[in-house]
């Protein structure tokens, strides 16, 4: 139901961007979010966008990455300005997606994202 894509190898100070496909039934996706997990650590939120386009983002990201979405193709994107080497991990998406009256909780796969100093 989500596809993510868009990871890989940049050198710190480069730019990425990530984006999240849904698919399948779907009426209406209510949430939209990446998450990120590097080796060793737990999952943490990154930045989240609502249906009414509210947007909240880590306060390690703030001003450095933008998350948008286009409900026309159901996919939401992030994108990653000014990166750091702390900013390598495996970043996943995840969404509410309203299909019928009920609202399930999908995870994309992870992409990759690796920064170099």
């Known amino acids: 139901q989500l596809q993510a894509s868009g990871g890989g190898l940049v050198q710190a100070g480069g730019s990425l961007r990530l984006s999240c496909a849904a698919s399948?039934?779907?009426?209406?996706?209510?949430?939209m979010g990446w998450y990120r997990q590097a080796p060793g650590k737990q999952r943490e939120a990154v930045a989240f966008?609502?249906?009414?386009?509210?947007?909240n983002y880590a306060d390690s990201v703030k001003g450095r990455f933008t998350i948008s979405r286009d409900n026309a193709k159901n996919t939401m994107y992030l994108q990653m300005n000014s990166l750091k080497p702390e900013d390598t991990a495996a970043y996943y998406c995840?969404?509410?997606?309203?299909?019928?009256?009920?609202?399930?909780?999908?995870w994309g796969q992870g992409t990759q994202v690796t920064v170099s100093s």
């Open positions: 995840n969404a509410d997606i309203i299909s019928g009256r009920r609202s399930t909780n999908y």
């Open positions: 399948g039934s779907i009426d209406s996706i209510t949430f």
């Open positions: 966008i609502v249906s009414g386009g509210t947007t």
